[in-house]
């Protein structure tokens, strides 16, 4: 009798706690995501067109077919949760966008070089430029078929052009 007892008070307890009373309506804690944020990744990224992401020493951004070129190792490093700047580890360049949309190499870290990185339903990541919009859309980084960069206004998220797998650097 007295288990029963106490574990009626115990629910009663628990039933009246803030965070199980919460309604569909009422208002919603945010979350928070500390462990996400400062976290490093090396990657290479393969895109959708069969192309590694690659940025030269001279901060030309471009596609190769070439696994093991150094130049398309890539630091992927998240800025806050979703925002990631993208770097070349051995040249020492930015991922950059411009206001139209070029994708160039740049030394120092600016507003152009953060993008808001989305795991897709396939699998694939894309990488749409935080700072610049093309009539309202996101610009998205992306590599056509010859592994030339795509001006972002001409992208959109379901073109495979813009689809990137991070692969583990071995």
């Given at each position: 009798?007295?288990?029963?007892?106490?574990?009626?008070?115990?629910?009663?307890?628990?039933?009246?706690?803030?965070?199980?009373?919460?309604?569909?309506?009422?208002?919603?804690?945010?979350?928070?995501?500390?462990?996400?944020?400062?976290?490093?990744?090396?990657?290479?990224?393969?895109?959708?067109?069969?192309?590694?992401?690659?940025?030269?020493?001279?901060?030309?951004?471009?596609?190769?077919?070439?696994?093991?070129?150094?130049?398309?190792?890539?630091?992927?490093?998240?800025?806050?949760?979703?925002?990631?700047?993208?770097?070349?580890?051995?040249?020492?360049?930015?991922?950059?966008?411009?206001?139209?949309?070029?994708?160039?190499?740049?030394?120092?870290?600016?507003?152009?070089?953060?993008?808001?990185?989305?795991?897709?339903?396939?699998?694939?990541?894309?990488?749409?430029?935080?700072?610049?919009?093309?009539?309202?859309?996101?610009?998205?980084?992306a590599l056509?078929?010859?592994g030339a960069?795509?001006?972002?206004?001409?992208?959109?998220?379901?073109?495979?052009?813009?689809?990137?797998?991070?692969?583990?650097?071995?």
């Amino acid at each position: 009798m007295r288990s029963r007892l106490w574990l009626g008070l115990a629910w009663l307890l628990l039933a009246r706690a803030p965070s199980a009373a919460r309604t569909p309506s009422g208002p919603r804690r945010p979350r928070s995501y500390p462990h996400l944020e400062g976290d490093v990744r090396w990657r290479r990224l393969f895109s959708s067109t069969h192309f590694f992401l690659r940025v030269d020493p001279s901060g030309l951004v471009q596609g190769t077919r070439w696994c093991h070129s150094p130049d398309s190792i890539i630091e992927i490093r998240s800025i806050r949760v979703g925002v990631v700047a993208l770097k070349a580890v051995h040249t020492g360049f930015f991922v950059a966008m411009s206001r139209w949309g070029h994708l160039y190499g740049s030394r120092v870290y600016t507003a152009h070089c953060r993008f808001q990185e989305r795991i897709e339903e396939n699998g694939y990541n894309t990488y749409a430029s935080l700072h610049w919009h093309h009539q309202g859309r996101p610009m998205f980084l992306a590599l056509d078929r010859r592994g030339a960069p795509r001006r972002g206004g001409r992208t959109r998220r379901h073109h495979l052009s813009t689809h990137f797998l991070p692969v583990m650097v071995s």
